[in-house]
């Protein structure tokens, strides 16, 4: 199904971005050859018979501005500008860099430039006012296939972030699967496996209860509860590489690797700790807030998640023949469908009330900060209890240490295809503005739900990117402040929710993974279950 989604990717990005470009050219939109008159100030006296280079200012009133660009700006425009008269040439140049103040068509006009805050030009028929002002005609650059051109950069600069985020890994790697290979010789990961057992087998049935895929598992589930997300990669990799020798069709994603990576994209954790780091520091009164709301959010999530992927590998769809799968499985499918009904209305029902008086009972400070206290012992304490129990155990931890770190750079620089593969895509598809086509189609949807339309966009964006979900949910917290509703909500929609292409990528990328079954279909069902309980929990409490 990756393969699908990554060619929609792609296409749909660059078919809007092009079709965005010709329709802006046929509308003329940055005015290509099109003088317009404009005030200058040179703060000195001008002589345009000198070579000289000033410092002057750009006025153009409003209405004039609106006219020629067809926007609706309020305010008249004055912009510092760099001038450089050459009489030898008879041409004298411009230069703007573009701030936060400039109007916006001057800001995409500079970005399609090439450089994120430069707009060069000429100015010509200048008629001397007085001493230091003039009247003339500005003429920018030509701008043209804008949308393209932020298409080809995009894939240009995700190709280096895939890059530089496995190489990243590898140290990360080398010191976990080093520190994994020490506790699974002393025979600590067996006695872990052992004391969940009940729940392992429940969550995994075709997998040996003392294999050491069972506690690499379970490793990287409870790194992901305390937000451990460096330690929790690389178990959750050594997981998949553990999977895969079980695995009795290579290439091909087994149940046990559905439902694991699933649990993984619910994004189960107990201290959302970058949302809240991210409303301390614009100025929350109460940053930890967003604790009990994330922790229903995702739960809700690993819980629906769970249950399609049960659900959907009873009944695997092959070769997508979607009618005559529904046909032969009819009383299964209606059955499934009764089921997740029943558990939509048991978690808007009585599951929020219990949880809500959970969170009432406990005093939430006292929780944030064991929470909080365990989340920074517990990589010192993995690595003591772990190596210190080889010690005991009378192995040989340095050597083993060794021998389990060698495998976490082969891992690391085995995912750099598949990273590359769709973190391009995704930028791609963000650059091109397909995005923002997505949100127009949605918007019924999201209105009839009651999403705010100022939450979309992040909504959308969680399962594709990690760095593009914090920077909507930091604008939007910047834009109408933390403790606001939309504050609150985009943060409970980061902390109940994950990266689900991102994981998929990296962990199937791990083991050669092409046919992924229905990892990808379940993972975005927990997506979906996650940001409407957002959604909920949040409208109930704060809206």
């Not at 501005?65 to 425009?77: L, M, P, Q, R, S």
């Not at 050594?238 to 694991?260: I, R, S």
């Not at 389990?404 to 085995?414: H, P, R, S």
């Not at 295809?417 to 650059?431: K, N, S």
Request: a neutral charge; one cysteine or more; glycine letters at 8%.
């Amino acid at each position: 199904m990756l393969n699908y989604v990554w060619i929609a990717l792609l296409f749909l990005g660059i078919g809007t971005a092009l079709t965005s470009d010709i329709f802006d050219n046929v509308n003329d939109k940055y005015k290509n050859g099109a003088e317009f008159n404009v005030q200058v100030s040179f703060g000195e006296k001008f002589n345009k018979n000198e070579l000289k280079k000033y410092d002057a200012e750009i006025i153009i009133p409003a209405e004039k501005f609106n006219v020629f660009y067809k926007t609706d700006i309020a305010e008249d425009i004055k912009h510092n500008a760099t001038i450089t008269i050459n009489p030898a040439s008879k041409k004298t140049s411009l230069f703007l860099k573009v701030d936060k103040s400039s109007p916006a068509i001057w800001k995409d006009m500079a970005k399609v430039n090439g450089n994120e805050d430069d707009l060069s030009g000429t100015i010509n028929d200048i008629v001397i006012i007085n001493d230091s002002t003039a009247a003339a005609n500005i003429l920018f650059e030509e701008i043209s296939f804008g949308k393209m051109k932020d298409v080809t950069n995009s894939a240009l600069d995700y190709a280096g972030i895939a890059v530089n985020i496995a190489l990243g890994l590898i140290g990360i790697m080398a010191l976990w699967l080093g520190v994994m290979k020490v506790a699974q010789e002393a025979g600590l990961i067996s006695i872990i496996a052992k004391s969940v057992r009940p729940i392992t087998k429940f969550l995994f049935p075709e997998v040996p209860q003392d294999h050491p895929a069972m506690g690499a598992m379970i490793m990287n589930i409870s790194a992901n509860m305390l937000g451990l997300g460096n330690a929790a990669t690389p178990f959750g990799l050594k997981a998949m590489e553990e999977l895969d020798k079980l695995n009795p069709e290579k290439g091909t994603a087994t149940n046990a690797m559905c439902t694991f990576l699933t649990m993984n994209t619910a994004g189960l954790t107990l201290i959302p700790a970058t949302a809240i780091a991210v409303r301390a520091a614009a100025g929350s009164s109460d940053p930890a807030i967003i604790i009990g709301t994330s922790i229903f959010g995702a739960s809700c999530a690993t819980l629906v998640g769970i249950t399609s992927a049960k659900i959907l590998e009873k009944f695997p769809l092959k070769n997508y023949k979607f009618l005559e799968w529904v046909k032969s499985n009819s009383k299964i499918f209606i059955t499934s469908l009764i089921i997740l009904f029943a558990l939509a209305v048991l978690i808007v029902t009585g599951a929020v009330s219990s949880i809500i008086s959970l969170f009432n009972f406990l005093n939430p400070d006292l929780f944030r900060s064991v929470i909080q206290i365990i989340s920074i012992l517990a990589i010192p304490l993995f690595i003591l209890v772990f190596i210190g129990y080889g010690a005991y155990k009378k192995v040989k931890v340095y050597e083993v240490f060794v021998e389990g770190a060698k495998e976490g750079f082969d891992v690391a620089v085995k995912i750099i295809p598949y990273l590359v593969a769709m973190l391009v895509g995704i930028g791609i598809f963000r650059a091109g503005g397909a995005m923002e086509f997505l949100q127009i189609i949605l918007s019924p949807v999201t209105d009839f739900i009651g999403m705010p339309a100022e939450a979309m966009p992040m909504a959308l964006m969680r399962p594709l990117s990690g760095s593009g979900s914090l920077g909507i949910m930091t604008e939007i917290i910047s834009t109408h402040g933390p403790d606001s509703y939309l504050g609150i909500l985009v943060s409970t929609f980061f902390g109940s929710t994950e990266t689900t292409f991102y994981v998929l990528a990296v962990y199937f990328g791990a083991v050669n993974i092409r046919k992924t079954r229905h990892a990808l279909a379940a993972g975005l069902l927990a997506d979906v279950a996650g940001i409407l309980a957002a959604l909920f929990i949040v409208k109930l409490l704060f809206g």
